[in-house]
T-cell receptor, first 109, second 116 residues
């Protein structure tokens, strides 16, 4: 059972464009994390959101947690080639930890 | 930040042999460690959760007799792939969670396993 669905699955854009990645769940969750992963490496934590409606900014990245705490979005402004990677949302459920389906982003110079 | 290491970073083994992957938390005590498997351009799939000193909890569809997990100490967990087959070739990633921090976990750099 996939708890978290991400969209889009693949995204290829030109440098300088903006983009939004979505993470949706049918269940309410207490906290959600966003990770970025480069090929051959482990995921790196970008942010943790815990409060419904919360918005966090990390340079050109804006993370939003839905009011109902069932969805989240990641918006990247003026994408750069260095943003290329696999973006993953993740949530903890009890003692388990599950990742979303992932969004593979390619930023073309 | 907290650091998690994995060893080896890549391994090639012959079909039918076993291979052990180590996951270590270097500067904190990990009461819980997670093992994931990842195929190219896909997300991480949780294989099992292990707590120090107790048996691992395997996700549905993961063979516990094939993927042996041992969390012998608060800084070390091992994953042994027994009687490996080419379909076991994958990227294996561990993560560790510090006791008391319910949602923070730290990932290792992954181990690339190729079974020939």
């Amino acid at each position: 059972t996939q708890l978290l669905e991400q969209s889009p699955q693949f995204l290829s854009i030109q440098e300088g464009e903006n983009l939004t990645v979505y993470c949706n769940s049918s269940s309410v969750f207490s906290s959600l994390q966003w990770y970025r992963q480069e090929p051959g490496e482990g995921p790196v934590l970008l942010v943790t959101v815990v409060t419904g409606g919360e918005v966090k900014k990390l340079k050109r990245l804006t993370f939003q947690f839905g009011d109902a705490r069932k969805d989240s979005s990641l918006h990247i402004t003026a994408a750069q080639p260095g943003d290329t990677g696999l973006y993953l949302c993740a949530l903890g459920a009890g003692n388990q930890f599950y990742f979303g389906t992932g969004t593979s982003l390619t930023v073309i110079p | 930040g907290a650091v998690v290491s994995q060893h080896p970073s890549w391994v090639i083994c012959k079909s039918g042999t076993s291979v052990k992957i180590e996951c270590r938390s270097l500067d904190f005590q990990a009461t819980t460690m997670f093992w994931y498997r990842q195929f190219p351009k896909q997300s991480l799939m949780l294989m099992a959760t292990s707590n120090e000193g107790s048996k691992a909890t395997y996700e549905q569809g993961v063979e516990k007799d094939k993927f042996l997990i041992n969390h012998a100490s608060l800084t070390l967990s091992t994953l042994t792939v027994t009687s490996a087959h080419p379909e076991d070739s994958s990227f294996y990633i561990c993560s560790a969670r510090e006791g008391g921090r319910s949602y923070e976990q730290y990932f290792g750099p992954g181990t690339r396993l190729t079974v020939t």
